[in-house]
């Protein structure tokens, strides 16, 4: 049962114009929200993230908006370059003293010069 | 900066083999934590732990087990590897006081092949 759903694999965006990445998830329990980023070889790096309080966090070109009624957060790359081009995952939790990350499937991103 | 250390970039073992993958952070964290990255299915979490001796299970332990025996090292075992743990895996350990929104730092990953 995937907890943390990332529908699209991958997705294709012209330098300079905006990236959407989509998440979804099931369960009402989670409260905090992380999207980390992967290059190939590479281990994932944290990006960005949010707790069920707020429905938006922004830092620098990365902006993250949450929509709990939905279940559904989405990842706001702008302006889009090419170093973005990675593998990104969603990630959920519930907090408490372990903060078990649950992640998503991952979107492929590359971004076009 | 906070540095988890995995022993191996890659590996090759034969169906059968025991294998051992090290993975060593330098932060005095408690919470460590063993994934494996698979195309269509993310990151999946195996073992984690929150404390020396202590060991959780994940959502797929099954042909896995764990050591903790310091708090610096987490040691993810393949009792008798097949060709169906082939697989990118991932070490990662967090601070708990840091809170859940700083997430954790990951390893560079060590790429196993079963053949």
């Known amino acids: 049962d995937q907890q943390v759903k990332q529908n699209s694999p991958s997705l294709s965006v012209q330098e300079g114009r905006i990236s959407i990445l989509n998440c979804d998830y099931t369960n009402s329990m989670f409260d905090y929200f992380l999207w980390y980023k992967k290059y190939p070889a590479e281990g994932p790096t944290f990006l960005i993230s949010i707790s069920s309080i707020k429905d938006k966090n922004e830092d620098g070109r990365f902006t993250v908006f949450l929509n709990k009624s939905a279940k559904h957060l989405s990842l706001h790359i702008v302006p889009s370059q090419p170093g973005d081009s990675a593998v990104y995952f969603c990630?959920?939790?519930?907090?408490?003293?372990?903060?078990?990350?649950?992640f998503g499937t991952g979107t492929l991103l590359a971004v076009q010069p | 900066d906070v540095k988890v250390t995995q022993s191996s970039r890659y590996l090759v073992k034969r169906t059968g083999e025991k294998v051992f993958l090290e993975c060593v952070q330098d932060?005095?964290?408690?919470?460590m934590f063993w994934y494996r990255q698979d195309p269509g299915l993310g990151l999946r979490l195996i073992y984690f732990?929150?404390?020396?001796?202590?060991?959780e299970k994940g959502d797929i332990p099954e042909g896995y087990s764990v050591s903790r025996e310091k708090k610096e090292r987490f040691s993810l075992i393949l009792e008798s590897a097949s060709t169906n743990q082939t697989s990118m895996y991932l070490c990662a350990s967090s601070f708990p006081d840091r809170g859940p929104l700083r997430g954790y730092t990951f390893g560079s990953g060590t790429r196993l092949t079963v053949v």
């Open positions: 732990s929150y404390d020396v001796k202590m060991k």
């Open positions: 932060m005095d964290h408690e919470n």
């Open positions: 990630a959920a939790s519930e907090g408490g003293a372990t903060n078990k990350l649950i």
